[in-house]
């Protein structure tokens, strides 16, 4: 997989994009409340959420936001692939922390009858991408939603929710908006992504200046995913984490890149400056350390998928305890008789 741009072009321009979504046929724009800043009590205040909705507002509005859309285009599409693994249909869906639509494009309008559309970006939302599907788009927070409980079928979030301060709340407002039997089909980005980047600029900084500030903004662990569903009140979970491996010319195209997807740091304990003598040493230590036979350099994005159902009394649900008929131990004794068996026929 190669970064699009100058020297390498791998996904096609979308069609309709950069069209404002209040210009869109079947597509609504409304807004809702969106109170950046606040958590819910005992939670930790980790990213600075109004610098990062400015960095998305800024992201959206570049003259073609579509040649850093190919990181969130492939997560959208397997996480549309997830959804088709469903074999349901959804009436309403909701897309928490949209971006500019990466999963409605990728999903039809016979699975999906209509998409609400939420992002703490207003420029992501009224530059968001074509979908057959009707769409309504509203200005709001992740953890906080503005709908009420048992609303939708289906909810969908990709590459948002590590942007969160409170990820269990944000969880489990989507639990809260979901009605029984709905499905929560999620991915953010995991502990390892851009170890390559993270490694090189400690190095570097360490060298040039002494000791070194967090440049990457902190990652969930995947061991701890699957607990915060739990007990955000999902059941039937499944967690798995998968791999992206971009390469780019070089360091500085990967940062201009993250800038591009509105990815910067937002970290309030961020360092807002690097000295040049340090970046210059930091591309070095990276090209030194990771490059590929053909000069490029890699980076790597994990990716945690998650599915979790909202619990309905027609689920599938475990056998009480005590109630098997055969033991383990009985298990070798039941492979002897069914060979007996099909030899006899």
């Not at 610098?51 to 040649?67: G, I, T």
């Not at 039997?181 to 200046?209: H, K, P």
């Not at 990457?216 to 967690?239: K, Y």
């Not at 340090?278 to 890699?298: C, F, I, Q």
Request: charged share 20%; aromatic share 10%; net charge negative.
């Amino acid at each position: 997989m190669l970064r699009q741009g100058r020297l390498w072009r791998l996904w096609p321009r979308p069609l309709g994009a950069g069209v404002l979504a209040a210009n869109l046929g079947g597509r609504e724009v409304s807004s809702g409340v969106s109170p950046h800043g606040n958590t819910s009590p005992g939670a930790l205040n980790i990213f600075d959420r109004n610098l990062k909705r400015k960095q998305k507002n800024w992201a959206a509005q570049q003259p073609e936001p579509m040649k850093f859309d190919y990181l969130r285009e492939e997560v959208g599409n397997r996480i549309a692939d997830r959804i088709y693994d469903i074999t349901r249909d959804f009436t309403l869906a909701l897309d928490v922390g949209c971006g500019r639509g990466y999963i409605a494009q990728h999903l039809s309008k016979e699975t999906v009858g209509k998409f609400f559309q939420t992002d703490i970006a207003e420029n992501a939302l009224k530059n968001s991408l074509e979908t057959e599907i009707p769409t309504v788009s509203v200005l709001a927070d992740e953890e906080f939603l503005p709908f009420r409980e048992n609303t939708f079928d289906l909810v969908v979030s990709s590459l948002s929710l590590h942007w969160v301060n409170d990820l269990p709340r944000a969880l489990e407002q989507i639990h809260y908006v979901l009605k029984p039997n709905g499905v929560f089909v999620g991915a953010m980005f995991g502990g390892d992504t851009l170890y390559e980047l993270r490694c090189s600029l400690q190095l570097a900084e360490t060298e040039r200046e002494g000791g070194f500030s967090p440049h990457i903004s902190p990652f969930t662990a995947v061991n701890d995913l699957g607990h915060l569903l739990g007990r955000a009140g999902f059941n039937t979970l499944t967690v798995d984490t998968d791999e992206i491996q971009v390469n780019y010319p070089g360091m500085f195209e990967l940062m201009e890149d993250l800038q591009g997807m509105g990815e910067s740091n937002c970290s309030w304990n961020r360092k807002a400056l690097l000295h040049r003598n340090t970046m210059l040493a930091a591309a070095a230590v990276y090209r030194e350390m990771y490059k590929n036979e053909d000069g490029s350099v890699p980076a790597t994005y994990q990716i945690y998928y998650m599915i979790g159902w909202k619990y309905h009394d027609s689920q599938a649900r475990p056998a009480e305890r005590g109630s098997a008929t055969a033991s383990f131990g009985e298990l070798g004794k039941l492979n002897n008789l069914m060979s007996q068996g099909e030899k006899s026929q």
